[in-house]
């Protein structure tokens, strides 16, 4: 059982705009910075979005991240089958002194 | 070209003990924030360890005591130290450099290829 809770998977059409949900708590999303990642599969996890709505250089403006209250939401626009991967929310939890990650969202472009 | 490369990976018996090595390039560790994260067959994300800039490190519950995290700063290569292996540490171990300077603001904006820890018997 994951600190952050993600839907499983969700899916869309090429071309359409999919979000991905991450709810957490006071102790970790409500007070701290949320990072999302993207795993292709076999492949080590890529920085999406951090501090809640930043691109590291290279990533397009079709990812993109907000966060309200204890909750955050990862948003790709234009979606592509080479955005089908697993993407991942995470960030510091106060009580837990760590990084928690969410257990992940399958994306499936159909 | 900056990047990290993990090694150390193998097959060890329950109760015995490996070291893994992050070698960063284009770099340095010592003036980054480095992090383990580690990933079950079939599995999510789950965090194993950080080692900040001044030398304080953090665990994650299912490791602290077991597993320590350490730099050499002359090889510029981060190390995990793995004792007492359970058959539930079986994963690929990544690890990675942190990119926000927020207080809470752990982000990770370079992954190694990670390495695979099989703990068996």
């Known amino acids: 059982q994951s600190v952050l809770t993600q839907p499983p998977s969700v899916s869309a059409a090429p071309g359409q705009r999919v979000t991905i949900s991450c709810s957490g708590s006071?102790?970790?999303?409500?007070?701290?910075?949320v990072s999302w990642y993207q795993q292709l599969p076999g492949t080590a996890p890529k920085l999406l979005i951090y501090d809640n709505n930043k691109r590291p250089s290279g990533i397009p403006d079709r990812f993109s991240g907000s966060k309200s209250g204890t909750s955050a939401t990862l948003g790709i626009t234009g979606l592509q089958t080479g955005d089908e991967a697993d993407y991942y929310c995470g960030t510091w939890d106060s009580s837990l002194s760590g990084v928690v990650f969410g257990g992940g969202t399958k994306l499936t472009v159909l | 070209e900056v990047q990290l490369v993990e090694s150390g990976g193998g097959l060890v018996q329950p109760g015995g003990s490996l070291r893994l090595s992050c070698a960063a390039s284009g770099f340095t560790v010592s003036t980054n924030y480095m992090t383990w994260v580690r990933q079950a067959p079939g599995k999510g994300l789950e965090w194993v360890s950080v080692l900040y800039i001044g030398g304080w490190t953090f665990y994650a519950d299912s490791v602290r005591g077991r597993f320590t995290v350490s730099r050499d700063n002359s090889k510029n290569t981060l190390y995990l130290e793995m004792n007492s292996l359970r058959a539930e540490d079986t994963a690929v171990y990544y690890c990675?450099?942190?990119?926000?300077?927020?207080?809470?603001?752990?982000?990770?904006?370079?992954w190694g290829q990670g390495t695979m820890v099989t703990v068996s018997s």
């Open positions: 006071s102790s970790n999303i409500g007070n701290n910075y």
């Open positions: 990675a450099r942190g990119l926000s300077v927020e207080p809470g603001g752990d982000s990770f904006d370079i």
